[in-house]
């Protein structure tokens, strides 16, 4: 079992940048991978990044390439959403989900149904 706690979000405008952490319980997290899905208002959760649990490969909804950034940190047992040049179409709840992904190692999932365990959500409001 993971618990996911997510941190980070607020209030920013336009233009400025977030880093969102997500916590995870557990000793196995290095053999997790790890995504980043957002849900804005009346819509549907939608991927956003995605870190293979090696994490040497990594994935990004086209339209945040080149602005936000994955990480992880093992020792920490916390992966990271950089959120750089933020627009107001940005606004959304973010939510981290991680999968087992100890056969995988080198695997990014960019698909909800992937994904076995969801944070909280943390919200995250860009205003223009």
């Known amino acids: 079992q993971v618990q996911l706690v997510e941190s980070g979000g607020g209030l920013v405008q336009a233009g400025g940048s977030l880093r969102l952490s997500c916590a995870a319980s557990?000793?196995?997290?290095?053999?997790?991978?790890m995504g980043w899905f957002r849900q804005g208002p009346g819509k549907e959760r939608n991927f956003v990044a995605a870190i293979s649990s090696s994490g040497d490969r990594t994935d990004y909804l086209d339209s945040v390439k080149g602005r936000f950034s994955i990480s992880r940190d093992v020792a920490k047992n916390t992966v990271y959403l950089q959120m750089n040049s933020l627009k107001a179409e940005d606004t959304a709840v973010y939510y981290c989900?991680?999968?087992?992904?100890?056969?995988?190692?080198?695997?990014?999932?960019?698909?909800?149904?992937?994904?076995?365990?969801w944070g909280q959500g943390t919200q995250v409001t860009v205003s223009s």
């Open positions: 989900a991680a999968r087992s992904a100890y056969y995988s190692p080198s695997t990014v999932y960019n698909g909800k149904s992937n994904y076995e365990y």
């Open positions: 557990g000793r196995t997290f290095s053999t997790y991978a």
